[in-house]
């Protein structure tokens, strides 16, 4: 039995964190009669993939395939290990591609799934819209700010749509913690940290017979075809500060430098970024590759509170000291962490009821049960082709993801400060 407090209490949590996993806006286009059929339509959607490899396979491939309507026609990859195991994936029938001009004029398909080396995404994603197919292009959306444009542009033309591979966007411990943020379990948001530490050379194995192979199966270590760890991995990061506040940077600075890995490679293989943001903001970053102690995980700092987002699928919150309790506080599941106490981030605490709407960061199973991001960044790409919904991570979103990290890679290389202007992310 509760007490009339208590009852209040438990009201508010159910009310305060529960509606935390409720759908997110209703701009997305997202319909409780599309979302409860399993998948939507039954309409079958034809989907060709251009780099069957080990993101493009083991991530968006292997996630697609489980989704209803969903059939892979067409695989295209220029080393033919990827392009075999990628038509293993697709299953029978799939026709296998080396050109992926080829695969454009030859096969009949709707959707074109790309996850190639990064300086490669424009002009592939260019091709397949003008082609007449919708496109999911894998972040960061292109290598140079003037590719995101031509992108967007070409999206344009073609009246299809342009999804790019943030799947964090999808993710719904992202989304409940979004929600708790603007209800101001934070206060007001001062400072974020970001980073991603790992301890390794980022370097693949090339097959000794064929060492030719080392600027193809090593892209993200060259300047021609990789945006280095701010576009591999600040992408993600940055992505979610400009997300979470809604606003983009109006500077950055920085230093970063290639003092480890001595072995040919031409990016940094150490990133230190601070940006500025509206409303005097500051957001650090860094990414490193010799020591892994801290992991990676966003950190957003507010007057009342710090949300820790970590491994994509971990939400902590931790009070300040001196903020007024919350009235759901005292129900919620808390563990101790480093010797403070933290309320753990549940998406699923609060099962949806019969009917009832769900964004495209939200649990899509019949149960509740949490899905994986990558499964539910491509079912919302899928639902707006046979829907005409909007995309919620399109083009535009993609570009000033693309230009926060671009332009701290040209503020570190220059030693300068380096201000955002609206040229950088208008078309």
């Given at each position: 039995?509760?007490?009339e407090?208590?009852?209040l209490?438990?009201?508010?949590f159910?009310?305060?964190?529960?509606?935390?996993?409720?759908?997110?806006?209703?701009?997305l286009?997202?319909t409780?009669?599309?979302q409860e059929?399993?998948?939507?339509?039954d309409r079958?959607?034809?989907v060709g993939i251009i780099g069957?490899g080990n993101?493009?396979?083991?991530?968006?491939?292997a996630?697609?395939v489980?989704?209803p309507?969903v059939?892979f026609?067409a695989?295209?990859?220029?080393?033919?290990?990827n392009?075999?195991a990628?038509?293993?994936v697709a299953?029978?029938g799939?026709k296998?591609y080396?050109?992926?001009?080829e695969?454009l004029?030859?096969?009949?398909?709707?959707?074109?799934?790309?996850?190639?080396?990064?300086n490669m995404h424009a002009?592939?994603?260019?091709a397949?819209l003008?082609?007449?197919?919708?496109?999911?292009?894998?972040k960061?959306?292109?290598r140079?700010?003037?590719a995101c444009?031509?992108?967007l542009r070409?999206q344009?033309?073609?009246?299809k749509?342009?999804?790019?591979?943030h799947?964090r966007?999808?993710?719904?411990?992202?989304h409940h913690?979004?929600?708790l943020m603007?209800?101001g379990?934070?206060g007001?948001?001062?400072h974020?940290r970001?980073l991603?530490h790992?301890?390794g050379?980022?370097?693949?194995?090339v097959?000794?017979d064929?060492?030719?192979?080392?600027?193809?199966?090593n892209?993200r270590l060259?300047?021609e075809?990789?945006?280095?760890?701010?576009g591999?991995l600040g992408?993600h990061q940055l992505d979610?500060c400009?997300w979470?506040?809604d606003s983009t940077?109006?500077?950055?600075?920085g230093?970063?430098?290639?003092d480890?890995?001595k072995?040919?490679?031409?990016?940094?293989d150490?990133?230190?970024?601070?940006?500025?943001y509206?409303?005097?903001v500051?957001?650090?970053y860094?990414s490193i590759?010799?020591?892994?102690?801290?992991?990676y995980?966003?950190?957003?700092?507010?007057?009342?509170?710090?949300?820790i987002l970590t491994?994509?699928?971990?939400?902590l919150?931790?009070r300040?000291?001196?903020a007024?309790?919350?009235?759901?506080e005292k129900m919620a599941h808390k563990?101790e962490?480093?010797?403070?106490?933290a309320?753990v981030l549940d998406a699923?605490a609060?099962?949806?009821k019969?009917g009832e709407?769900?964004?495209p960061?939200?649990?899509?199973?019949?149960?509740?049960?949490?899905e994986?991001p990558?499964?539910?960044?491509?079912f919302?790409?899928?639902?707006?082709i046979?829907?005409g919904?909007?995309i919620?991570c399109?083009?535009e979103v993609g570009?000033?993801?693309?230009?926060?990290c671009?332009?701290?890679?040209?503020?570190?290389?220059?030693?300068?400060v380096i201000?955002f202007?609206?040229e950088?992310?208008a078309v």
């Open positions: 039995m509760y007490t407090h208590e009852e209490s438990r009201r508010e159910i009310k305060g964190v529960g509606v935390a996993a409720a759908a997110f806006s209703a701009a286009g997202s409780a009669a599309a059929a399993k998948a939507g339509s079958l959607i034809r069957p993101q493009g396979r083991k991530k968006l491939m996630n697609a489980r989704i309507g059939k026609t695989v295209c990859d220029i080393q033919s290990s392009l075999e990628g038509l293993e299953g029978e799939a296998g080396e050109d992926y001009r695969m004029d030859k096969e009949d398909f709707e959707a074109c799934i790309i996850a190639v080396p990064l002009p592939l994603a260019i397949a003008q082609a007449g197919k919708h496109v999911f292009c894998e960061q959306m292109g140079t700010i003037e444009k031509d992108m070409a344009r033309a073609s009246g749509l342009l999804q790019i591979g799947q966007r999808y993710n719904p411990t992202y913690a979004l929600k603007k209800q379990v934070l007001e948001i001062t974020i970001a991603w790992r301890n050379s980022w370097r693949r194995r097959p000794n064929h060492p030719e192979l080392e600027r193809l199966i892209w060259y300047e075809s990789s945006a280095g760890l701010m591999e992408s979610v400009n979470f506040l940077p109006l500077a950055v600075t230093f970063g430098g290639l480890y890995w072995d040919g490679r031409e990016v940094y150490n990133v230190n970024c601070v940006f500025e509206p409303n005097g500051r957001i650090t860094t590759t010799t020591n892994a102690y801290d992991d995980y966003e950190q957003i700092m507010g007057t009342e509170g710090t949300l491994h994509e699928d971990e939400g919150l931790f300040e000291r001196r007024e309790k919350l009235l759901w563990e962490v480093g010797g403070k106490q309320i699923s609060t099962p949806k019969k709407a769900r964004g960061g939200e649990a899509l199973g019949e149960k509740g049960e949490q994986d990558y499964y539910l960044e491509l919302d790409f899928f639902r707006c046979r829907e919904g909007e919620f399109d083009g570009l000033r993801s693309a230009a926060t671009l332009l701290a890679n040209e503020a570190m290389e220059k030693r300068q201000e202007n609206e950088h992310f």
